[in-house]
């Protein structure tokens, strides 16, 4: 039996995911504990997603802060399974993503694994995309082999959706390797809009968007970006899909409601998602969702209401809480690594073969 610990953040910037896992065999998920963001922190990690002044300095006092608390929390999860941390094997730290521009032949995640490690007593495995990238694919998804490793079994036409900040896709068949890619914007511009314009950090169960009707010359505007015509493998992030980006939009439009617009990126999420399922898997079977998306009532009846030939349900209909699967993914990423087990799948992210994923910082 070997027991890891994955940290995730995503770029929903709400706060650090850790999840113990035991692999021995079949992976089970032992325990839970989640840190909320602190404000100021995330407003640091949320300027670092653009270029600004003493960006190296900003984003080294950042990750040193993000590595502290992520350290913070798993001294908790740890004190609360009544373990020691000789008793864990590695955590799989995914780190902060800060620029993803793989077009451009790079990707940065930020989070100190040498200083999470020397504050945890525990090896770190950090660093999953730059060699996926560096192989020339994407970097991005990488849950796609977790998610096949989880839900294979199933033996169905199968589509694995993680809606966090952006959405993504794993495409699961007995007959080809398991695909995948980001289809957009998730959760990002959703909880951009609500929190300028009410102040809320998210749109609970999507019920102001269920209080708007969806602007059909604004979706389509959205829509008609190059992004949304692409086919994978592809991954994007905050450097496309952001707040001026969407005001850039609304700028043609006048006389709109602040709710519609809601309504809208809503609609948009759910669109780009099933369309690109229609043009990547035909007569998808089931769709699990996981990910801050699975909670949102009205985004799931919109993808249901989108495609009434599949079943579309949470990931907890299989028994895996979907908040937390990108955490256990990290944590069976490290042990990958450990174990010498290439984690990346050329089939999603376009990389030349099959690599090794993360570095490793020893305890």
Known sequence: MALYLGVMSGTSLDGLDIALIEQAGQLRL????????????RQDLLALCASGPDEIARA?????????????????????????????????????????????????????PALLAELTGISVVGDFRRRDVAAGGQGAPLVPAFHETLFAHLGQRLAVLNVGGFSNLSLIEQDR???GFDCGPGNVLLDAWIDLKRGQPYDANGAW??????????????????????????????????????????????????????????????????????????????LLVCGG?????????????????????STAAHGVDPDWVEAM???????????????????????????????????
């Open 30 to 41: 032992l325990a839970t504990h989640y840190l909320p963001m602190p404000a100021d922190l």
């Open 60 to 112: 080294a006092l950042a990750e040193n802060r993000w590595a502290t608390l992520a350290a913070e929390g798993i001294a908790q999860l740890l004190a609360d399974q009544q373990l020691t941390p000789g008793s864990i094997r590695a955590i799989g730290s995914h780190g902060q993503t800060i620029r993803h521009e793989p077009a451009r032949g790079f990707t940065v995640q930020i989070g100190n």
């Open 177 to 179: 390797p398991v695909h």
């Open 209 to 286: 968007a269920a209080s708007g009707t969806v602007n059909g010359q604004l979706l389509a505007s959205l829509l008609a970006d190059p992004f949304f015509a692409g086919t994978g493998p592809k991954s994007t992030g905050r450097e496309v899909f952001n707040l001026p980006w969407l005001q850039s939009h609304l700028s043609a439009l006048s006389g709109y409601r602040d709710e519609d617009v809601q309504a809208t990126l809503l609609e948009l999420t759910a669109r780009s998602i099933v369309e690109s399922l229609r043009s990547a898997q035909q007569d998808t079977q089931a």
């Open 293 to 313: 998306g699975a909670r949102n009532g009205a985004l799931m009846q919109r993808l249901s209401s989108l495609l009434p030939q599949a079943k579309v349900d």
């Open 329 to 363: 993914a990290f944590a069976w990423l490290a042990h990958c690594c450990l174990e010498q087990i290439p984690a990346n799948r050329p089939s999603v992210t376009g990389a030349k073969g099959l690599r090794l994923l993360g570095a490793i910082y020893p305890a």
